[in-house]
């Protein structure tokens, strides 16, 4: 039987902790990374050699790679020196290089991938150096995704400066797909800058795919302040066409109050519980809630559980 076809949508940490599970059933694994981040090492990048935002890409491609702890501890290598080299990262500085020679980002981490022998595809949601806008509350309109989040203020909706060509791989993809998964992660940053192009939403509609979510544990400040679950499914179903969210993974378990308080303190971010309120929201919406104690904590910071998030999305695809 041939395997089922899964494609990730998403970016940043969220994405890569969600493949980092996923990689260990036998799935046929595509990950769309949005390319508009524009902070620190990658916003350089992107200026100086008019690309697509490469960190994301890096992560991802780490996460879905099967190669030795030396060679990801290289790829994440953030250079701290007084010269131009001072916060890049060796990956990111890599997939710069390779999207020179191959002429595309797209060539270029498929070349890097057959080094790094990838447990499935990635793809850059476009080839285009977009520009993410933020329209806020107050009708302000923010330019570049790292001053959106930044901004403090209640964001209404993001689109682009510039209307990017989708590279016709990432269409293709999820017209085939059997799930389609919003990974955890920045909400307006990471996972909507995919879905802000009518071609994305047509190929979603035109797919025989369940759509997913995975949850944040947090809430994320400058971005999903006070956001309940319901909040994260009611505004991805905003952007999204005539197919809906199916399924929510949701954390159900406990997070030590210390860690809480340390985030509440120094990040301002709060947990997201699922309370009796919200299952009653939620099962309203039509949606499939799909709940474990998925908590890990890392250096004190507070992260999903990839292989048990990876389980349970594997039983519900194969049902």
């Known amino acids: 039987m ?3 076809k899964v494609v990730i949508l998403g970016g940043g940490t969220g994405l890569s902790t969600l493949l980092r599970g996923l990689k260990n059933f036998p799935l046929n694994i595509t990950a769309v990374v949005s390319v508009s981040d524009d902070g620190k090492s990658t916003g350089r990048l992107r200026k100086e050699f008019n690309i697509p935002a490469v960190g994301d890409v890096r992560r991802v491609l780490v996460s879905l790679a099967e190669i030795e702890p030396l060679v990801e ?41 057959k080094v790094l022998n990838l447990k499935g595809k990635v793809l850059p949601l476009t ?10 509350e107050d009708g302000t309109i923010i330019e570049g995704e790292h001053n959106i989040t930044e901004a403090g203020k209640k964001i209404e909706e993001v689109f682009y400066k510039e209307k990017p060509v989708i590279c016709q791989s990432v269409i293709d993809e999820l017209k085939e797909a059997d799930l389609i998964i919003f990974s955890m992660g920045s909400l307006y940053t990471s996972i909507i800058p995919n879905l802000i192009s ?12 369940k759509l997913m979510y995975t949850c944040n544990m947090m809430t994320q400040p400058g971005e999903t302040d006070g956001y309940t679950i319901s909040d994260h499914i009611q505004v991805l179903n905003k952007y999204l066409g005539s197919k809906k969210i199916n399924a929510v993974v949701v954390n159900n378990g406990r997070i030590d109050k210390d860690i809480i308080e340390k985030y509440s303190s120094l990040e301002q971010k709060d947990q997201i519980n699922l309370t009796e309120k919200q299952k009653e929201e939620i099962k309203k919406m039509g949606v499939k809630i799909i709940k474990n104690n998925y908590v890990i904590v890392e250096d004190e910071l507070i992260r999903h559980n990839s292989i048990k998030l990876a389980t349970d999305i594997f039983t519900y695809l194969m049902k």
Do not use: C, P, W
């Not at 916060?87 to 991938?113: C, F, K, P, R, Y």
């Not at 009518?198 to 795919?209: F, L």
């Open 198 to 209: 009518k071609e994305v939403i047509k190929a979603i509609d035109e797919s025989n795919a």
């Open 73 to 113: 501890k290289v790829l994440n290598y953030r250079f701290n020196t007084n010269s131009e080299l001072n916060g890049h990262t060796v990956g990111n500085l890599l997939l710069t290089a390779m999207t020179n020679i191959t002429g595309n980002m797209s060539d270029g981490i498929e070349q890097i991938g």
């Open 2 to 4: 041939e395997n089922k």
């Open 127 to 136: 080839e285009d150096n977009v520009t993410l806008m933020g329209k806020m």
